[in-house]
């Protein structure tokens, strides 16, 4: 991995490969431009340079539809009520993270409820479910948004483990309150924009035991679900905290949760940084090693969400561009794609494009991820 200067970077260039601050902070996505902003950040932190395993280059991302017509891909009926859902299950845990940071008793029965219907909406209809987290065009994500999109992905990898329902039940509301330690922490850090001092980062480390203790002893939960709070954070080389395990001294449902938080926080909007598209996400979760994740659990999470995650936009080899509507897990490279602008560039803006399947259609292949939130300025007709 190569290292620049902070001096040799100027806003606009592109790299072919992530560009990272510390080798394991990530700056910009691959084939996403450097910003002005990023270097104002950088100036800011007194980051003298970065890496890349890359090159620059001058290829930019690829045009796609208007935002008109990924609007109506994004937020159709299905997406809409979803939406809803979110909405409601948001309200219901803010008032347990209110609870929770004022330290007031806490309404157990408020969390059972979320947690049982976000599986009857898993259940009904999982693939909006993923799109929603991944590009639902919502606004910026705090712990509330955090502790559902975790909910979800963590139940979607369970269910593929073939876990018994209570296992499973157990699963999603670690993964739901694995971070409401962190409400116990002073704002002053955990809102922090700038880069943390080493006390500051020592601080954020013993959110893990305070989620372990307010789940166990505030909340009554059981400890198989402490545990998964206490642990999520531990790395299978043994270079987490805060005990240091490694490997099968993790219980399972922490080493689950440990991939989907990570995911879930590269394609989130934080306000510190924007979202990875999940292609990119996905990529830098693989390039991973045995270093962080169980290698086992990292197979069976790419069985659940592809390489190409459900709602990712991708370009075909044959110029069309469209999103990913269903994933092969025996293929995880040729998924399912409807068509959102055709070989002739006419946009389908009422989302009627066909739905073409990659595992049949052999000569078309995917030749790369680009963002949905870009939009190409295109003079194509467009059919209505």
Known sequence: MQSIKLTELKPGMI??????????????????????????????????EVTTDGQVTTEKSAPVASQSVLQNAVVGEGQREIMATYAKLASRLAGVHSSVKRQQSIDTSEIDGVVDTLFTAIRSDKNNMIQYILYGL????????????????????????????????????????????????????????????????QQIAT??????????????????????????????????????LSGKDIVIPARIVAVTDSFEAMVSNRPYRNSM???????????????????????????????????????LSNSCIGRVVETNPESPLRPQIKIMIDQSGVEYKKDEGEVVDLMHEKKVFIARAVDPKESGERSEPSRE
């Not at 490969?17 to 932190?45: A, Q, S, T």
């Not at 307010?214 to 909340?219: C, K, P």
């Not at 962080?292 to 390489?307: E, Q, S």
């Open 15 to 48: 790299f072919t490969k992530p560009v990272y601050i510390d080798g394991v902070n990530l700056l910009v996505p691959e084939n996403v431009p450097i910003k002005e902003k990023d270097l104002e950040r950088l100036k800011r932190w007194n980051i003298e």
């Open 138 to 201: 919502q606004d910026e994500s705090g712990f509330v948004e955090n502790a559902l999109n975790s909910a979800v992905l963590a139940t979607l990898v369970g269910m593929n483990m073939n876990m018994v329902q209570h296992r499973l039940l157990q699963l999603t509301t670690g993964a739901l309150l694995h971070d409401i330690g962190m409400l116990r922490l002073p704002d002053a850090i955990v809102s922090k924009r700038t880069e943390l001092a080493r006390e500051e980062r």
């Open 207 to 244: 959110h893990p035991v305070h989620s372990y203790k307010i789940i166990t002893r505030e909340m009554k939960y059981p400890e198989e679900i402490g545990l998964i709070a206490l642990q999520h954070q531990e790395r299978w080389d043994g270079e987490g905290y805060p005990k240091g």
């Open 277 to 315: 598209i999940g292609y990119a996400a996905m990529r830098a979760i693989l390039s991973d090693n045995a270093r962080r994740f169980d290698p086992a659990v990292l197979k069976i999470f790419i069985r659940t969400m592809g390489i190409y995650p459900i709602g990712s936009v991708v370009l």
